[in-house]
């Protein structure tokens, strides 16, 4: 599975962005999609998880509430919609996604997309 964001920008605090994740490949084979950020100098965190059933959510609490996870099956992509956007959220924005069966279960990432809020 190969993975492509985009999306990303600047923006003002207290606006919104559309992040995109386009996966090809073995799509068919996507079990759980994540969408993680990386700050210089820190750890690559978690943002948001869509679980296997393509309902179940996962939310990191610094996000909970301003952003939303959604995929489209038909599009074989993976959004995140981010509204009320801090300063905060200010990192390099990847897409990752579990795919294979069982017991040889892979994870592929994207490139990543930068996003800039402004104060």
């Known amino acids: 599975v190969q993975l492509v964001e985009s999306g990303g920008g600047l923006v003002q605090a207290g606006g919104s962005l559309r992040l995109s994740c386009a996966a090809s490949?073995?799509?068919?084979?996507?079990?759980?999609m994540y969408w993680y950020r990386q700050t210089p100098g820190k750890q690559r965190e978690l943002v948001a998880r869509l679980g296997s059933d393509r309902f179940s959510t996962y939310y990191a609490d610094s996000v909970k509430g301003r952003f939303a996870i959604s995929r489209d099956n038909a599009k074989n992509t993976l959004d995140l919609q981010m509204n009320s956007l801090k300063p905060e959220d200010t990192a390099a924005y990847y897409c990752?996604?579990?795919?294979?069966?069982?017991?040889?279960?892979?994870?592929?990432w994207g490139q990543g997309t930068q996003v800039t809020v402004s104060s």
């Open positions: 490949g073995s799509t068919a084979s996507i079990k759980i």
């Open positions: 990752s996604a579990q795919w294979g069966t069982y017991p040889n279960f892979v994870n592929s």
